[in-house]
């Protein structure tokens, strides 16, 4: 018989005992818990951080367009567009960081950023409310 199992239930010290008991237990998972969160974090945040910049660049990769007029014109050229997601994946923020010689390069890439709408929702774990990018839209011809 455990010594919980001999304890007069109802007795105000019992009760008091009772409490403490589990209290003890709660700290002791959330102890373990928080120990668990601190490793994920160290082990798993810059692997998850990485992986969900790779997502985001693959989805502006899928929605990029070069322009048939610039194919046709021979414009070739590199802006980088400035863009913050925020927390559910939405575009909060979209502007040209650098701008390439032709201004119909630089609104095919903000346009692709807005194309490649909606994002994905930022990882939980990250902790963040908005995410901010720096991403170059490369536009070349084939030779």
């Known amino acids: 018989m455990s010594s919980y199992a001999a304890l ?11 409490y403490f008991f589990l209290k003890f237990q709660l700290f002791l998972h959330l102890d373990k818990l928080q120990h668990l969160k601190d490793r994920f974090s160290a082990l798993e945040i810059g692997k998850l951080r990485q992986g969900f910049r790779k997502q985001i660049r693959h989805k502006v990769g899928k929605a990029k367009y070069y322009p048939r007029m610039a194919q046709r014109l021979g414009f070739e050229g ?10 559910k994946g939405e575009l909060l923020d979209l502007r040209l960081a650098q701008a390439s010689t032709y201004s119909l ?8 950023i807005r194309r490649g709408t909606p994002y994905p ?18 536009y070349t011809l084939e030779d």
């Open 78 to 87: 590199k802006p980088v567009v400035s863009f913050t997601l925020g927390v």
């Open 121 to 138: 929702p930022i990882p939980g774990p990250l902790g963040k409310k908005s995410i901010s990018f720096d991403l170059p839209i490369l």
């Open 105 to 112: 390069l630089n609104e095919a890439a903000l346009e692709t």
């Open 8 to 18: 007069d239930h109802g007795s105000p010290a019992s009760q008091h005992l009772l």
